[in-house]
């Protein structure tokens, strides 16, 4: 694993991360300081591709942000990270400090890509959905690269982790450059950021990265769900019903397509 930092390949480190991932508070995580070798770091933001080059962009009542999984239009440190975090070694590495065996990221938009979100972006607090929808394989980890350099606390857009009846946001993470953030993904994870403000040119930057595990119990597929977004307890009660209604509507459908076995 030659772009990554050598302290977290050293075996003492990887099984005091073990520890502090197994009894991290609200939902098992972990949050890596200067992850990558700082070149790699540095060209990865310097070479962030604009807005304009990314090929998803969603804009609703719960979120406001850009997507891309289009390795072939962005600079090559992309896809060299990319085939770092896929490698076999790496996923040894995760199921050393995460204890989930058998992880692997899935070669498609569900796997790696990019994301990011200008000046008022948002992602309203949700767990992520459960089972890829296409391949039925298992989603467990999320893997976040922040590449913000010279982020300010004024900007706003950490990450946020609630608890598990989203009654008290319980930290904060700063998306500051060549921090990790690895959370296991569950029912209780619940997690986004606030709306961010930004200066012109400046952008809220991440490297995303999802690892699944085989299903080997069928009956897990009936409990198949998209993202559940969930309102805040500050929100308003226009927001709360929206949101509720909308997010209950959206993963019955999917459900019974899911059920039905149509492909969406």
Same mark, same amino acid.
């Given at each position: 694993?030659? &772009?990554?930092?050598?302290?977290?390949?050293?075996?003492?480190?990887?099984?005091?991360?073990?520890?502090?991932?197994?009894? @991290?508070?609200?939902?098992? !995580?972990?949050?890596?300081?200067?992850?990558?070798?700082? %070149?790699?770091?540095?060209? &990865?933001?310097?070479?962030?591709?604009?807005?304009?080059?990314? /090929?998803?962009?969603?804009?609703?009542?719960?979120?406001?942000?850009? $997507?891309?999984?289009?390795?072939?239009?962005?600079?090559?440190?992309?896809?060299?990270?990319?085939? $770092?975090?896929?490698?076999?070694?790496?996923?040894?590495?995760?199921?050393?400090?995460?204890?989930?065996?058998?992880?692997?990221?899935?070669?498609?938009?569900?796997? /790696?890509?990019?994301?990011?979100?200008?000046?008022?972006?948002? =992602?309203?607090?949700?767990?992520?959905?459960?089972? !890829? !929808?296409?391949?039925?394989?298992?989603? #467990?980890?999320?893997?976040?690269?922040? =590449?913000?350099?010279?982020?300010?606390?004024?900007?706003?857009?950490?990450? $946020?982790?609630?608890?598990?009846?989203? /009654?008290?946001?319980?930290?904060?993470?700063?998306?500051? &450059?060549?921090?990790?953030?690895?959370?296991?993904? @569950?029912?209780?994870?619940?997690?986004?950021?606030?709306?961010?403000?930004?200066?012109?040119?400046?952008?809220? *930057? @991440?490297?995303?990265?999802?690892?699944?595990?085989?299903?080997?119990?069928?009956?897990? =597929?009936?409990?198949? !769900?998209?993202?559940?977004?969930?309102?805040?307890?500050?929100?308003?009660?226009? *927001?709360?019903?929206?949101?509720?209604?909308? %997010?209950?509507?959206?993963?019955?459908?999917?459900?019974?397509?899911? #059920?039905?076995?149509?492909?969406?």
């Amino acid at each position: 694993m030659e &772009l990554i930092n050598p302290i977290y390949t050293d075996a003492a480190k990887v099984e005091k991360l073990a520890a502090e991932f197994q009894t @991290s508070k609200p939902y098992k !995580h972990l949050v890596l300081d200067n992850f990558f070798r700082q %070149e790699v770091a540095d060209k &990865l933001y310097e070479n962030f591709p604009s807005v304009e080059k990314l /090929t998803k962009h969603w804009k609703g009542m719960n979120e406001n942000k850009s $997507e891309g999984s289009n390795f072939s239009d962005f600079d090559p440190i992309f896809t060299q990270v990319r085939n $770092e975090i896929m490698s076999p070694e790496f996923a040894q590495w995760m199921e050393k400090v995460t204890g989930i065996k058998g992880v692997f990221v899935t070669d498609d938009s569900l796997g /790696t890509g990019l994301h990011q979100g200008s000046d008022g972006s948002f =992602l309203d607090i949700h767990v992520d959905f459960n089972i !890829h !929808h296409v391949k039925n394989v298992y989603r #467990r980890l999320n893997f976040l690269v922040y =590449l913000n350099k010279n982020w300010k606390e004024e900007y706003g857009g950490g990450m $946020e982790m609630w608890n598990a009846d989203m /009654t008290k946001m319980e930290k904060v993470v700063m998306p500051i &450059l060549n921090r990790v953030l690895i959370f296991e993904t @569950s029912e209780i994870s619940y997690h986004g950021y606030s709306k961010i403000t930004l200066p012109l040119g400046e952008t809220r *930057k @991440s490297f995303y990265t999802y690892f699944y595990t085989p299903i080997t119990d069928p009956t897990i =597929l009936n409990k198949y !769900h998209d993202t559940i977004f969930k309102p805040k307890p500050g929100d308003s009660t226009l *927001k709360k019903v929206g949101t509720n209604t909308k %997010e209950t509507l959206k993963n019955f459908i999917k459900g019974q397509l899911k #059920r039905a076995g149509v492909k969406f």
